[in-house]
């Protein structure tokens, strides 16, 4: 099922943001994504990096390749150790924010992949895992 | 604070200001660029500003919103801002995010951007050549 270990990279800055976006576009050109593909994950990536470092309070990505029969699949995982996230329900409806942002990230993510799985609880921090097939 | 490498050059060109993004911005970068623009346009009393991104592999909602604001504070200042050159697979990306750069007004082209852009003469003796700065 895995063909790559997956390595973590820390996301604590803008910087960080910006390398997981790169770290994904590549996995995601050598997963053979077409381009349409690569830009949504990667815009997606960018979205949930940028909540892992302000409202998470930093964490980490891990990314692998994933190979499920004849289906091979670019799998992103964000985890921190933040406040979490109460009511997700609201945190991905359109328009919710809690920050300064346009509160589309989230949910947005959530529309730009396959796979989008959340756990989350008040004090337990957040883990948000999302898969674009090919 | 950033490191002048980390800032996008604004080139002024007669009345125009242009920029062109070339690299992957963090959101420093971007926020900077907006306070940047918004304080060449008072400086140079520019009446449009191009901006274009056809080196931008993705517009998040990050970059998105700065695009926004920007049109919208330039509009305060009296200057239009038209963005050119989205990459297809962007645009669909915004509109998939739920993006659809309200107040923004786009161009395919660098060329068609311009054509939506005042016009030198129109403002013929309002021009401010004595502004032009050492990164004009």
């Known amino acids: ?134 | 604070m950033l490191e002048s490498g980390d800032r996008i050059p604004i080139l002024k060109l007669g009345h125009l200001l242009l920029v062109t993004i070339q690299v992957d911005m963090h959101d420093r970068m971007a926020l900077a660029l907006q306070d940047d623009l918004t304080k060449k346009i008072v400086d140079t009393g520019a009446r449009g500003v191009l901006i274009d991104i056809s080196g931008l592999e993705l517009v998040d909602s990050f970059i998105g919103r700065m695009l926004s604001d920007i049109a919208a504070m330039a509009r305060v200042l009296d200057a239009r801002t038209v963005v050119v050159g989205m990459r297809p697979a962007v645009a669909i990306t915004l509109v998939e995010l739920g993006l659809a750069l309200p107040g923004v007004q786009t161009a395919l082209t660098v060329e068609r951007g311009m054509a939506l852009l005042p016009a030198p003469g129109e403002f013929g003796g309002d021009a401010r050549p004595e502004d032009e700065g050492p990164d004009a």
């Open chain 1, 1 to 134: 099922m895995r063909a790559l270990t997956p390595e973590p990279h820390a996301l604590d800055s803008d910087e960080d943001v910006v390398r997981a976006r790169h770290v994904i576009r590549a996995l995601a050109v050598d997963a053979g994504l077409r381009l349409i593909d690569q830009t949504k994950l990667v815009t997606a990536v960018s979205e949930l990096a940028r909540n892992t470092v302000i409202h998470g309070g930093g964490g980490r990505m891990l990314a692998e390749v994933l190979e499920n029969g004849t289906r091979t699949g670019v799998c992103v995982t964000f985890e921190d150790e933040g406040p979490g996230i109460p009511d997700l329900e609201m945190a991905l409806s359109q328009g919710f924010t809690t920050g300064e942002g346009l509160g589309l990230g989230f949910g947005g993510a959530r529309r730009l992949v396959h796979d989008f799985d959340v756990t989350s609880a008040p004090g337990e921090g957040t883990r948000v895992r999302i898969v674009t097939w090919r």
